[in-house]
């Protein structure tokens, strides 16, 4: 059944949200406050690198079921739903801030229709709903919960083949509007109340954080009694209770969502006078293994990486994505730098010269980045960098040490080129 949407906000999550739901059918019109980007994605220049997205913006435009505009009064006016995908980032104190979203709320209350359904897709915390209801001031409208699980890199897919559907109501039929949006995709669908939604989708995200943090801990043991991780990941992940996601060992978990997410729930959980001693310990584990990836490759480099040419593949939190928000990457950088080393940087969707972090040379080329380096760190896992020539990257520099810190690379043919060191846990 093809209904009438509005989605407010065109980042991440509602330019995906957008472009998939009107290829599902559906008549979607997409607000934003910035005119720049807008006129840019009614030329469908996309600014997020995300694969399937681009196709799926032009099909939307060429079959004028996806629109763009500025202008929120006339986005949301006669639609049936509005999707709210305004950020909610951390504020100081670790809390979600709500502040985009009251704004989005207050702003399109007067303009929408009686019998509306206004959904929640930011990553909100419990209680979000009362909030966004009190902001419309409109007792004549819904509002529901309908989290998003969507991996960046694989957003489209995701949102087309999801696990799992998650909307939370305290209406009936608030909720059963909602299930007719999803027609055509097939995935358990959960109804249930606006607090548990909120916190699915929060307890989601913490637990795929503990998860990483734990693997990273299991790799560092595995360096030290001579395991290996790969086949204590595959044995481990082998048993379906447990699962093989994420539980790929890296420098540090990071991204837009799990570093918010996770500090987000300590604070709701401070405010209910509820302890999380795990989940403090998650995020501190995490803390803690930029400093250890900082310190491998000064251990790589001599001991100190004082005046040290460091080479640097991978920019962006993970492979497939230009997103530089939390990344990894970027924390282990930032260590290296105010450790005194020289980085020379080369990620796939990061244009040369741009400005990532103070210290850090960005060039378009692998191997140029490696010019006279005396230590190359991978801290992305970029499928392509599997293809580069090891055999060239070790002629061109000062000194052939490697921490392939995405056990990303094959460990024979880096050991074939005469590497001294291998992986994170090598």
């Known amino acids: 059944m093809r209904s009438s949407v509005a989605v407010v ?9 957008g472009a998939c739901l009107a290829h599902l059918g559906h008549e979607v019109t997409c607000v934003d406050i910035d ?11 996309i600014h997020i690198l995300e694969d399937g997205l681009e196709e799926l913006v032009v099909e939307g435009l060429r079959s004028g079921r996806l629109r763009f505009t ?28 709500l502040s985009f979203i009251r704004t989005a709320a207050a702003e399109m209350g007067p303009h929408l229709d009686p019998g509306a359904v206004v959904i929640n897709k ?13 902001a419309l001031g409109r007792e004549d409208v819904s509002v529901v919960s309908n989290p998003e699980f969507l991996r960046e890199g694989s957003a489209v897919h995701d949102f087309l083949h999801p696990d799992r559907v998650v909307i939370g ?63 204590v990941v595959l044995g481990v992940g082998s048993d379906p209770r447990i699962g093989r996601n994420h539980l790929q060992p ?61 080479a640097v ?6 492979g497939g994505t230009n997103d530089l928000r939390s990344s990894p990457s970027l924390a282990v950088l930032e260590r290296v730098v105010a450790a005194g080393a020289e980085v020379v940087a080369h990620d796939p969707a990061v244009d040369a010269g741009a400005e990532v972090l103070a210290g850090v040379t960005v060039v378009d080329d692998p191997y140029e980045a490696c010019a006279g380096a005396q230590v190359l760190a991978v801290l992305t896992d970029w499928q392509s ?13 000062a000194a052939p040490r490697l921490l392939d810190a995405r056990n990303l690379l094959d460990p024979q043919t880096v050991e074939r080129c005469g590497f001294q060191a291998v992986r994170l846990d090598g």
């Open 9 to 17: 906000g065109t980042g991440y999550v509602g330019l995906t949200t």
């Open 35 to 45: 005119p720049g980007k807008i006129d840019r994605l009614n030329r469908a220049d």
């Open 70 to 97: 500025t202008d929120t009064a006339a986005a949301v006016a006669g639609r049936s739903f509005v999707c709210l995908c305004v950020p909610s980032p951390q504020a100081d104190d670790g809390s979600a801030d």
């Open 122 to 134: 930011s990553t909100v915390p419990v209680g979000s709903t009362d909030v966004v209801a009190e």
């Open 169 to 231: 109501a305290d209406d009936e039929a608030a909720a059963m509007k909602m299930v007719s949006l999803y027609v055509g995709l097939t995935a358990p669908i959960v109804v249930t109340d606006p607090a548990s939604a909120e916190l699915i989708k929060y307890a989601s995200n913490a637990f795929l954080a503990a998860k990483l943090s734990f693997i990273n801990e299991v790799a560092d043991l595995a360096r030290a009694l001579g395991a290996n991780i790969d086949d």
């Open 250 to 310: 890296g420098p540090g978990w990071g991204g837009s969502c799990l570093p918010k997410d996770t500090r987000a729930m300590l604070h709701m959980a401070a405010g209910a006078d509820q302890p999380m001693d795990l989940l403090e310990a998650v995020i501190a584990v995490n803390e803690a293994r930029f400093d250890r990836t900082a310190a491998r490759l000064a251990e790589l480099a001599g001991g100190s990486l004082d005046g040290v040419r460091v």
């Open 313 to 318: 593949w991978g920019l962006a939190f993970k």
């Open 385 to 397: 960098f599997r293809n580069l020539d090891l055999d060239r990257v070790v002629s061109v520099m």
